[in-house]
């Protein structure tokens, strides 16, 4: 059984950054399409804020929220886990951050989350 495992998440200063990586265990059947980032505010739907899309190129094709634009930078460290640089946190960053991988069989796959909490 496939399972996303997301790390990094904790309380920090507005201003600062933090890493958030996720990284997939067991055999994926088919191929990953996409690895990305999506987060939920409280009150707030579930928003994209960063993909990285297999285009055969080594890095992929990347698509950020505009939100966040300039300020994280979504990465692929090997076929199997990505990572989330975030710079320039601001407190409207809060959300819990969600994994998520896509793939050419089966269904999509979540994370359980992890807490980000940017302090004003």
């Known amino acids: 059984q496939v399972q996303l495992q997301e790390s990094g998440g904790g309380l920090v200063q507005a201003g600062r950054s933090l890493r958030l990586s996720c990284t997939a265990s067991?055999?994926?059947?088919?191929?990953?399409?996409?690895m990305g980032w999506y987060r939920q505010a409280p009150g707030k739907q579930r928003e994209l804020v960063a993909l990285?899309?297999?285009?055969?190129?080594?890095?992929?094709?990347t698509n950020y929220a505009d939100s966040v634009l300039g300020r994280f930078t979504i990465s692929r460290d090997h076929a199997k886990k990505v990572s989330l640089q975030m710079n320039s946190l601001k407190p409207e960053d809060t959300a819990v951050y969600y994994c998520?991988?896509?793939?050419?069989?089966?269904?999509?796959?979540w994370g359980q989350g992890t807490q980000v909490t940017v302090s004003s």
């Open positions: 998520n991988l896509q793939r050419t069989v089966g269904s999509e796959l």
């Open positions: 067991g055999v994926i059947s088919g191929v990953i399409k996409t």
């Open positions: 990285i899309t297999k285009d055969g190129t080594r890095s992929g094709t």
